[in-house]
């Protein structure tokens, strides 16, 4: 019957945005009947090794809110042509209109929301899918109340939705919580975003949100007053649900700057507003031809894929647990145990699209075996590129070789492994072993190609791509790679039972000398 | 235009203002049951403004005794008593006034979205003209209050409007095609084909503003310059408008390409009768056969299905069209093109159609 439309990233938007998000997710699918309702999230611009945002809070969803959500997800690099225009690192229309274009077709109605939104029926027992699916066509809004900050938080169960309702009924009678704020037409009410049922056949003839206001604010007027113009009314629908609003005003988000806060204007996409169309954006609203992922909270979940990944590539373990070392004379020993570091290298991949394409050089043909196993097992479609310069004859479905000058222009991904070539999966670990001269030559042929992958990133990126890609090294802590690693990468200071470090290229490859020499000369200045 | 109603209800909070300035609501006792009604029905939301709930409500009630199909001082008066706490009483009253909306016929699909507005408007003419106290510089409060004038159908005064949007936005493309409707409408078809075309020199690819521009070359007889309009607006429309689609191609006469737009329209709104109806013309001018025809249940367009279905004569249809369009859709059922040319308004289908087949 109807489609929900939030958007978001994962970030920190507000104050105490997950709890806000949880209960607003799961009072939304709570008020859902119809087996074609879905809540669409557009994770906008999230970066690529984060999870998305209804994936980082997932565990406090109700089931019947995972079963209705879909995500879509919009990488960095679909937002990076917008970045030199606004300040903003989510943008509305566009993300509303990338949720249209793939709203589910048998819906009659859009739900235009927020992800602090909870909507009541009146009537204790209807769901919003019942009272639209008795809707005449039409434009329709309703008030929106407000929740002090310290109610939802302190008394609010995330997962106990319908208590949440239920709480709301009380409150709002107990604390005056309904106070209905109306607006100029065609506004009619104040904050009028977090509530707007359109007909999504509406929606499309108007060619959806205006895509042109990427400064924030007024994309819900600017729709109002277009549609005012379509349709001649803005309808209400108090009658039959009250939405209220949690409050997040402690903190203030990033689009909130108090009075310099900077914003669509106000005149031009409101009172100058002409038509309910935009001809400019008629063919290309929502991108329709742009690959947007779609995820799901009730299946084929990163943890499904990570476990299904591991599955293929490493046994459980035999003993209660085993030993490594981060005494200093150790610091040269490159012997490292893959299956404890494997889960690590999988975690960091596993956020990126299916179809990337991932180069592996390393050291260690096990390594490159098991990641290969661990990449289709996670669901990955894209190949793992194996540069013929690394010489380790690995067989593998996923795995295509080539020159590595070629295979850098067709990589999404990095990875470099810098282990023993001769150590063999169940060799004891850091106790002192020297390298062999194989091994030397091989890391010597991993990190030239390393300094080479990093240090021409810019100028290697396939066709069209403008995001920077990330370097994953295994085996570059707390050994002679950490400073090679960070000299070109800016990445964290990570645990060293990880093994594994990750970033993007730094602007300017660093050397620990200069770093020294530049310690010096600001104790001298 | 009445400007009393909202601009001094939203000023009723300022004491002296409220005791100095007591508005007037011209009509108010005038025997017209529609001025009556329509000055009651501001007078009502005045008061409901100024916190005078029950004496509102008085006058909702008077404005529905006078004009029973009075949605939006139904939707007031529902809005009244529930804030009264009478959720229960308001509760018909909401459901009605949607029922009322819902049930009024809106324009075709192809033309300009201005067509197909439901409802006296009253509330949005005065809350429009309300924002004008404020909005100095905003061309949109002008072009709604003239929309608005469009659906009462008084076009010369939604001239005025779009004439002094106009004046905020020069040259604005949206706005001259709603001009060209107005004169359109006015009967001034040359200035009307003028606004159009200054319309369509920034939007050439336009559907809404090229129907216009279609209308007005028909009624000046230039029905060549109109099917080619109509040409270009069938192919500018998307396919998932197919009701759309589907009229452009009915006006054109262009019975083959009609057909399956209107099996697509039937199929994303079976109940509306019109889109049958006209399967049925196409089927028939295609000399296709057809199943047996049903009869929709209730008034207009029953009489043409029966006609279809040999359960009624061209006598019983004529005597059941109570209004010049439904006897221009009788005229038309019947094949009577050169009646239905003389007598139809150019922005019926039906007035095209028949050209379009007299041309042949």
Known sequence: MFSVIIYGRNDTHGY???????????ALAEVMSDPDDEILFVDYNTPDDHPTFPEAIADTLTDKARQHMRILRVRPEQHVHLKSRTHLVALESQSRNVALRRSNPRNRWILYTNTDMLLVPRTEGESLSEILGALPDGFYQIPRFEIPEMLWEAAFDRKDAAGNLAKLRDWSVRFHLNQVVHNFMPMKYDALGDFQAVLREDMFAVHGFDESMILGWHCDSNLAARMALYRGRVDTLMDKAFGYHCDHTRVAAANNKGRKTTMNSHDKYIWNVSSPYIPEQAETWGWPDARIEELRLDRDTAYERYVAGLSQAIEPATVPFTNTSVEWHLFDDLTYDLRHTLPFVC?????????????????????????????????????VLVPQEVGLAVDDPAIRGGRFGDLLKRADLFMFEFGLTTQKIDDPVRVGREETLADRRQLKTVERLFRRAASTEGETRPKGRQTPRRLIGINVIFNKYWPVFTDYVGANINPFCAQVLAGIPLAEPVTMKEKVILKFKKKAG | MAKQGFLKSALAGVGLLRKANAPDFPGIDDPDPERQGQALFRRGRYRMRAGGIEAAVKDFDRAIELLPDYAEARASRAECLDMLGHAEAARPDYAEARRLWAAERTGAPDRSYIWRQQGRLTFEIESYELALERIKTGSYPHSAVGNALMAHGRPAEALKAYERALKIKDKDPALLALKGEALSAMGRYR???????????????A????SGRAVAYAALGRIDKANVDWRRQLAALPEHQPAARACVALRLGAWAEALPELERAIGKSPDDPYWRLYRLTALKRLDRPFDPVEVPPGGWPAPLFALHAGKATAETVLAAATTEGRRVEALFQLERFKEVVEIAPPSMIEYAAARNQLGR
Not at chain 1, 16 to 26: E, V, Y
Not at chain 1, 348 to 362: C, E, N, R
């Open chain 1, 347 to 383: 975690d960091q991949v596993l956020t990126y699209p299916k179809s990337t394409s991932i180069l592996v050089a390393g050291c260690r043909a096990d390594f490159i075996r098991r990641f290969a196993a661990a990449w289709r097992g996670m669901g990955f479609t894209g190949p």
């Open chain 2, 207 to 210: 559907p809404e503003v090229l």
């Open chain 1, 16 to 26: 105490n945005l997950h709890k806000r998000a949880a209960i607003s997710f799961n």
């Open chain 2, 191 to 205: 200035s009307a084909v003028d606004a159009f075309s200054a319309s369509l020199k920034a939007v050439p690819r």
